[in-house]
């Protein structure tokens, strides 16, 4: 159900910003500056698609700040503004998490090909080159697709393109997409594959730099 909130003060650009993303995520007609994102049916994953959203209009977030801070006032306080459509740019050595420490340990035969897949249908036909000029902002925005693995270590580069991105047509697309999956090289930083046939999009990625909550945010 939805429900309407009296506001408590007018709010500034930025809240209203905030507010209306907390708003469209958890389905209310209205959030006021006070409101508490938990308060209201929020929850850890709803938490990183605000943040995401937030990150799209310019106001840095962590999901840490959601937490410590979850009214919209509080959040406020804690945004860096970096600008619309900004990338990080990440670079340099970074430790590896838990999960990848894990899989490493396992010492698999082929580490490149531990994928996850996820299909898209666009409901029209693709531009070729938009596709593959979103994709390298995909790249360029979310560090974890520049990521590198050598010797169970990893680093994030600025690289130049190492997307695979192909064109199918229906007949050869299951041969295009297994394509696409074994062209994946974690040391080569080539960690993100796609293939497009007619309206239909496969993207491709190793489950080291991406889970289902990703997706989610990376399909978006």
Known sequence: ??????????????????????????????????????????????????????????????????????????????????????????????????????FFGLDIAQPDHWNQSVSIEAGEELDPQRIEQALQRLVERHDALRLRFRGHEQSLQQIGPVIVCAAATPEDLDAAVAAAQASLDLAAGRVLAAVYCDDGLVLIAPHLVVDAISWGIVVE
């Open 1 to 102: 159900p939805t429900t309407t909130t009296t506001p408590t003060r007018p709010p500034t650009a930025l809240e209203a910003d905030l507010a209306g993303i907390i708003a469209d995520l958890l389905g209310r007609d209205a959030v006021d500056v006070d409101d508490d994102f938990f308060a209201l049916g929020g929850d850890s994953i709803t938490a990183i698609h605000l943040v995401s959203r937030a990150g799209r209009l310019g106001h840095s977030l962590s999901a840490r700040d959601v937490f410590e801070a979850p009214t919209v006032a509080g959040l406020a306080a804690r945004v860096t503004d970096i600008g619309p459509g900004t990338a990080m740019a990440a670079q340099g050595p970074v430790p590896l998490t838990p999960i990848q420490s894990w």
